[in-house]
């Protein structure tokens, strides 16, 4: 079976992973170094995690993020993205050289930092919508209808439940904004994620002091004495800050990057001003609303259709990011290293 090297996390150099630590498929964790920087690794086959059942790539994500957490107890870390991999040392050094300046300048501000994810929600929303379905105005509309058969009410009876969600929408926001403004001066930054259901008010992972961890704490119990008829918390964490510095690391396929090429009719060496303008040229040519008809019939050149042509366009711009051309070695050598983000003033622009 041919083997490569996982990547769990990015820390400083001389920081690795206690000794014995263990990672997927029972493998010792060790680390790589380029500069100042080092990888955790450890060997792992090769898996299509995409086309795997939820419950068969579970317990590898677990054993991933358990390495982390593990190597984040003693040492600021960035995790990499679950699911990459590397052909071999060589190419785990290439990603650190790629990424070097960006890496080294979010693990200096991310040190004594951690996250703590946050919930908050209903402990009972029926009785919070039996409340907002008391006040004055929905409690009228209600009263308004009371009389007449339910067959002929049907559309007051949509808008009501439409008010009724409105004013739940409203009343969250209202919660959830304060339980923020209590929670920001002691944070670095915020990162919202999404509301699972109507019960959930709050769901933000908070970038914190390492060493304000237990003011944090003290500051949750005051929201619980407050709310704590009504809502509940639940706080995890430390963790790494998954939400705020994960690396994401791109290799190319070479038959992936020759095809876009051919659709759009490209030399081996294009720069990207010549790959933009070939795109907008067949972009043109193919897209449904303005197809190119020559004697009434569409024109047999146009290979792919929009979408693939837009794919096509996309896939080469990004690659121009770090490739020096489209030829078989530098597309096998190219590397792209990025960081998935979310800070309080890009998500508030």
């Known amino acids: 079976m041919i083997e490569t090297l996982h990547l769990y996390a990015i820390v400083w150099d001389g920081a690795g992973p206690d000794s014995g630590l ?11 170094h380029h500069r100042d920087l ?36 003693h040492h600021t870390v960035i995790p990499v993205k679950f699911g990459t991999v590397a052909r071999d040392a060589v190419e785990v050094r290439k990603i650190l050289e790629t990424g070097y300046s960006q890496l080294r300048c979010t693990l200096e501000a991310m040190t004594g930092r951690i996250e703590l994810d946050l919930v908050a929600q209903w402990k009972d929303l029926n009785s919070v919508l039996q409340k907002i379905g008391e006040e004055e105005e929905i409690r009228g509309e209600k009263a308004a209808i009371a009389s007449r058969p339910v067959e002929q009410t049907r559309e007051e009876r949509v808008r009501i439940g439409k008010l009724v969600k409105a004013r739940l929408d409203q009343v969250r926001e209202e919660r959830a904004a ?29 970038l914190v ?3 304000g961890e237990e003011e944090v704490g003290g500051t949750l119990e005051r929201l619980d004495d407050r709310y704590g008829d009504t809502i509940d918390f639940r706080c995890v964490g430390p963790l790494p800050p998954y939400s ?9 396929e070479f038959e992936e990057i020759d ?19 070939a795109y907008r040229t067949l972009a043109h040519e193919s897209h449904p609303d303005h197809a190119y008809r020559q004697a009434g019939k569409v024109r047999d050149r ?4 929009f979408e693939t042509v837009t794919e096509a366009y996309r896939l080469l711009k990004e690659y121009l990011q770090v490739g020096s051309s489209f030829r078989a070695r530098d597309v096998r050598e190219a590397v792209a290293v990025r960081l998935l983000q979310w800070s309080l003033e890009a998500g508030s622009a």
């Open 302 to 305: 146009i290979d792919g259709t």
């Open 22 to 32: 263990i990672g997927l498929d029972g493998c010792r964790v060790s680390t790589i």
């Open 244 to 252: 705020f510095a994960t690396v994401e690391v791109k290799t190319f």
């Open 38 to 73: 080092t990888a955790v690794v450890s060997p792992t086959p090769i898996r299509a995690y995409r086309s795997m059942k939820r419950e068969e790539v579970v317990p590898h994500l677990v054993a991933h993020q358990a390495v982390i957490e593990q190597v984040m107890k």
């Open 209 to 211: 002091a390492r060493v």
């Open 259 to 277: 095809r876009a090429r051919r659709l759009l009719g490209l030399r081996e060496w294009a720069p990207l001003s010549e790959v933009r303008e």
């Open 178 to 206: 304060e339980i923020i403004e209590t929670l920001t001066p002691l944070a670095r930054d915020i990162c919202p994620h999404a509301l699972l259901d109507d019960r959930m008010i709050l769901n933000t992972a908070f």
